[in-house]
């Protein structure tokens, strides 16, 4: 017999660039996978039953087969997997790159590495889809009911057109000269509270949120035009607009509103939050000349301020040694 496989996966954040909380009801949304990283390496471990996973952020878990009390996002995606594979024993290290209740899809690329990492340290040859339903299970745990855009974006990558409940679409794009740079404000976030209010607060508007939804879907399509052409100046001010929307809803907060506008006024193309909103991180489009202008306006007010490529792959995973 071989000696046992160790294999590494490396899953990117997610940033919403058109879309988030209107998607909730059906709206078209568009997300990209951008380039901070979640990593894993899953080994045979030297001791123990299970499958146990090591983060820096939330320390050492045995995920599986007993239920933990934190990381149970895990257990939940490994009896699923369990359903169809045999399970062993393992160790998982992980270390991320990707600040915690940001709205940049943390949870989602934490499992995507765990389990593309595990899934290749047993030999599986699971599908991209087969992995995104299987982080979807763990997301179930995390956010209550998702849409599903953070899975579905950081297993597959690139641009996304997602529909919920209808699934979605690889787009070609291509923003040359322009990267994003996020900001994230470091107040912390509930998306499931910041969901519940957009919903209600769409029923008390009734006809007249019935229109803003019908906006957003327009703009989306606006979008999808702006970044088939290559057109960061259109795209920009289209993140204004979808801002403005998202502030309509009741998301924004005043943090938020000083990073949009310190963004814009240091020279981005455009700036909006992205994610649920009510904390949680912004993102601004801009030229690479004016990257450096834009971070500095926005570093002496985030907590953590990146500049990343828009459109990276999804989640990759190597066989590093053994068999
Ligand atoms: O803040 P995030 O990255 O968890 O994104 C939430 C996006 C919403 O549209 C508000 C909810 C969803 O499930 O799509």
């Known amino acids: 017999m071989g000696s046992p496989r160790v294999c590494r996966a490396s899953a990117p954040a997610k940033v919403i660039l058109f879309g988030e909380h209107f998607v909730v009801e059906g709206v078209p949304a568009i997300a990209a996978a951008v380039s901070l990283y979640t990593t894993a390496v899953a080994r045979q471990p030297g001791e123990g039953g299970g499958v146990r996973v090591c983060s820096e952020g939330y320390g ?45 899809g943390s949870s989602a690329a934490f499992a995507a590495a765990v389990l593309a990492a595990y899934t290749c340290y047993l030999g599986l040859e699971l599908s991209r889809e087969q992995l995104s339903e299987l982080v979807y299970e763990a997301e179930r745990v995390v956010h209550g009911k998702p849409s599903g855009i953070d899975n579905t974006t950081i297993v597959h ?17 291509k923003l040359r000269g322009s990267k994003l740079v996020i900001a994230f404000s470091v107040v912390a976030r509930s998306p499931g509270e910041a969901v519940r209010r957009v919903l209600e607060r769409k029923k008390r508007l009734g006809r007249l949120g019935d229109d803003l939804y019908e906006l957003a879907k327009r703009l989306v399509l606006e979008a999808l035009a702006a970044l088939r052409a290559g057109d960061p100046v259109r795209l920009g001010e289209l993140m204004d607009v979808n801002h403005g ?14 990073l949009v506008y310190a963004a814009r006024r240091a020279g981005a193309l455009g700036a909006k939050l992205t994610g649920a909103g009510l904390g949680g991180s912004i993102i ?7 990257v450096d202008k834009v971070v500095k306006a926005l570093s002496s007010k985030a907590a953590s301020v990146y500049v990343t490529e828009l459109g990276v792959p999804g989640v990759t995973w190597t066989v590093l040694s053994g068999c």
Not at 60 to 80: I, N, T
């Open 60 to 104: 050492c878990r045995e995920v599986w087969p007993s239920k933990p009390s934190s990381m149970s996002q895990l257990y939940h995606a490994l009896e699923k997997l369990a359903c169809t594979a045999k399970l062993r024993p393992a160790l998982v290290e992980v270390s991320s790159e990707i600040p915690v209740g940001a709205g940049l």
């Open 157 to 173: 990558g690139g641009f996304i057109l997602f529909e919920k409940g209808k699934g979605f679409h690889r787009l070609e794009a």
């Open 245 to 258: 929307l998202l502030n309509a809803l009741g998301v924004s907060t005043p943090v938020i509103e000083e």
């Open 284 to 290: 601004a489009l801009a030229w690479e000349d004016d």
